[in-house]
T-cell receptor
Framework: EAQVTQNPRYLITVTGKKLTVTCSQN?????MSWYRQDPGLGLRQIYY???????DKGDVPEGYKVSRKEKRNFPLILESPSPNQTSLYFC??????????????FGPGTRLTVT | GNSVTQMEGPVTLSEEAFLTINCTYT??????LFWYVQYPGEGLQLLLK?????DKGSNKGFEATYRKETTSFHLEKGSVQVSDSAVYFC????????????FGKGTKLSVIP
């Protein structure tokens, strides 16, 4: 089954404790992206990757890091989480051909709470 | 820059009522337009899309027409069901060289029996 998986689905942590949210897709997609969803703000892009070893900032990259060492994986790293990073996070992927016309496939989401 | 404005929710309708969720956009060039749906506890999934002016996207009884003259992509369904209760997001992807999706803030729809 074609899918994007994220782990963990739920995470409660404390300020300053480094964490990683994993994202993996089995569709051989070149493009991958991370979003955060907050009430009243919709989805905002954090980082994206056009292919292996190619990453770039989205609209709200502060406080986050990413890496793309393999095509299928795109982990999101919070080196020193803060309460304002409490949010619902989504990973997404898409093929690169067709530029912006093809849909993005979303993972199920990771709900992060930072206390 | 690109932006998407969609009607504020929440929207509550009775089963079999007609649904319209308004969406307007600002973008350079010729964007592709999308409606995504998020069911409770799930990720987003594509509902329908349109990639050029006057295209009509349709799926599961939902429709939206790409209107370049009014920069709009309103979502409609003639008869909603309880199972349509979800959050609906309008989004655009701008033209050549860009893959970034710009989302509206979402509209929560609740359908009551």
């Amino acid at each position: 089954e074609a899918q994007v998986t994220q782990n963990p689905r739920y995470l409660i942590t404390v300020t300053g404790k480094k964490l990683t949210v994993t994202c993996s897709q089995n569709m051989n997609h070149e493009y991958m992206s991370w979003y955060r969803q907050d009430p009243g703000l919709g989805l905002r892009q954090i980082y994206y990757s056009m292919n292996v070893e190619v990453t770039d900032k989205g609209d709200v990259p502060e406080g986050y890091k990413v890496s793309r060492k393999e095509k299928r994986n795109f982990p999101l790293i919070l080196e020193s989480p803060s309460p304002n990073q409490t949010s619902l996070y989504f990973c997404a992927s898409k093929v690169s051909s067709g530029q912006g016309t093809n849909e993005q496939y979303f993972g199920p989401g990771t709900r992060l709470t930072v206390t | 820059g690109n932006s998407v404005t969609q009607m504020e929710g929440p929207v509550t309708l009775s089963e079999e009522a007609f649904l319209t969720i308004n969406c307007t956009y600002t973008a350079t060039g010729y964007p592709s337009l999308f409606w995504y749906v998020q069911y409770p506890g799930e990720g987003l999934q594509l509902l329908l899309k349109a990639t050029k002016a006057d295209d009509k996207g349709s799926n599961k009884g939902f429709e939206a027409t790409y209107r370049k003259e009014t920069t709009s992509f309103h979502l409609e369904k003639g008869s909603v069901q309880v199972s349509d209760s979800a959050v609906y997001f309008c989004a655009l992807s701008s033209g050549a060289g860009s893959y970034q999706l710009t989302f509206g803030k979402g509209t929560k729809l609740s359908v009551i029996p």
